[in-house]
């Protein structure tokens, strides 16, 4: 079983961090590829980036590349999205999802955690 449960959003000032959680309380998250996405106001889902079953990362928006790494804590079955350098441009409701493969396309996903919001004031 999966269910996802993102935490770690909140309001953060433009060029500091946050750290999202991605957890898990049923099957290892090691399972399964998971990616986070995310969606600000009056804008379709955006893929951001993707670690694979084999810990491969994929990026899907060009501008977080440099500021955001994805990780795993197989421990914790938990995977980890750190956000440095924020920019208002970031603000938008954070989801992680899990299927067996990286996808850009939200659509392909099966299991989705119910969201977290980052706001990044200028």
């Known amino acids: 079983q999966v269910q996802l449960v993102e935490s770690g959003g909140g309001l953060v000032q433009s060029g500091g961090s946050l750290r999202l959680a991605c957890a898990n309380s049923?099957?290892?998250?090691?399972?399964?590829?998971i990616g986070w996405f995310r969606q600000a106001p009056g804008k379709e889902r955006e893929g951001v980036l993707c670690i694979s079953r084999s810990d491969f990362t994929t990026y899907y928006t060009d501008s977080v590349k440099g500021r955001f790494t994805i990780s795993r804590d197989n421990a914790r079955n938990t995977v980890y999205l750190q956000m440095n350098s924020l920019k208002p441009e970031d603000t938008a409701v954070y989801y992680c999802a899990a299927d067996n493969g990286c996808y850009r396309d939200y659509r392909r996903y099966d299991y989705w955690g119910q969201g977290t919001q980052v706001t990044v004031s200028s």
């Open positions: 049923g099957f290892p998250l090691a399972y399964y590829a």
